[in-house]
């Protein structure tokens, strides 16, 4: 029995150790899947996180909203 209480002190500890070292994520990084928008010049699908906003709607760079929009 205290082998029993003794085994579990240790997993708590080891467990509680690993909670304190991991890295804080930064809030704008999202775990899980991303909304996909398709460019408005070409149709390639990128991340609405990084799609280049323009006037005409989302493109994948700006060379891209730059053509688009003249």
């Given at each position: 029995m205290k082998y029993l209480v003794l085994l579990l002190i240790v997993l708590a500890g080891i467990w509680w150790i690993r909670q304190q070292r991991k890295p804080d994520q930064p809030s704008?990084?999202?775990?899980?899947?991303?909304?996909?928008?398709?460019?408005a010049?070409?149709?390639?699908?990128?991340p609405e996180?990084?799609?280049?906003?323009?006037?005409?709607?989302?493109y994948c760079s700006a060379a891209h909203r730059d053509s688009h929009e003249g």
């Amino acid at each position: 029995m205290k082998y029993l209480v003794l085994l579990l002190i240790v997993l708590a500890g080891i467990w509680w150790i690993r909670q304190q070292r991991k890295p804080d994520q930064p809030s704008s990084q999202k775990s899980g899947p991303q909304v996909m928008v398709p460019c408005a010049h070409c149709g390639t699908h990128v991340p609405e996180d990084d799609a280049i906003r323009g006037s005409r709607g989302l493109y994948c760079s700006a060379a891209h909203r730059d053509s688009h929009e003249g």
